[in-house]
């Protein structure tokens, strides 16, 4: 096991295999739009992360997650009990497990998906590799989870933001905030926030960029 990180309140424990916890994953967490009350869902949750960082911002939330592999499931379960909150973790394939769930249950999906499509050369190790899964199956699993006027926030490579949009708005989702992240003036931007609403009517606001020494 890593050494915990304390995010907020609430104490984060992590196996050698999670994929770690970085920047990206900070920076969308405190992008996404979370409201009170709000029923989240963590696409990819790994241990949890996400959704501590989220129930840090706001309270309650009805929290769950998915996650394909079982260790990281079972870990997301360890890491939400163990800081008092309640919520379900789905263990499976990503599309199979979505069509479990109930169609526009949630009122905030949010994601850290892998970056890279398969044979692409993307560098990040395999957990940022698309595998069975891709973009679109990420978007469609969001846009079939979300009711009307829900909010789906994820990060992603900017490289990619036309395979983004075309799979955003496939799948019902208008994209309506936009953030680059980057880690220097001097810098290319390294990520994209990127946040979409169900049904939404078109116009997307183009937020500051944000600078980050986290790597």
């Not at 907020?8 to 994953?25: E, N």
Request: hydrophobic fraction near 40%; include cysteine; aromatic fraction near 6%.
């Amino acid at each position: 096991m890593r050494a915990p990180e304390r995010l907020g309140p609430y104490v984060y424990r992590q196996s050698d295999t999670c994929f770690p916890l970085g920047g990206d994953s900070l920076a969308l967490a405190a992008f996404a739009s979370v409201r009170r009350g709000d029923r989240v869902c963590d696409l990819g949750c790994g241990a949890g992360a996400l959704l501590l960082l989220l129930a840090a911002r706001v309270s309650p939330l009805a929290l769950s997650g998915v996650e394909y592999c079982p260790e990281d499931a079972a870990l997301a379960r360890r890491n939400l009990s163990e800081n008092g909150l309640e919520g379900a973790i789905y263990t499976g394939d990503l599309r199979a497990v979505c069509k479990t769930l109930p169609a526009g249950g949630f009122s905030l999906a949010v994601s850290n998906p892998p970056y890279f499509k398969a044979g692409s050369g993307g560098c990040g190790g395999p957990a940022r590799m698309e595998g069975d899964c891709a973009l679109e199956d990420w978007c469609a699993a969001a846009g079939r989870l979300l009711k009307n006027g829900g909010r789906f926030a994820l990060v992603h490579r900017p490289e990619r933001l036309c395979d983004l949009f075309a799979a955003l708005r496939s799948a019902g989702l208008e994209p309506k905030r936009l953030r680059l992240l980057q880690h220097g003036l001097d810098c290319p931007p390294s990520a994209v926030l990127l946040e979409a609403v169900r049904q939404g009517r078109p116009g997307l606001e183009i937020l500051p960029t944000l600078l980050s020494n986290r790597r």
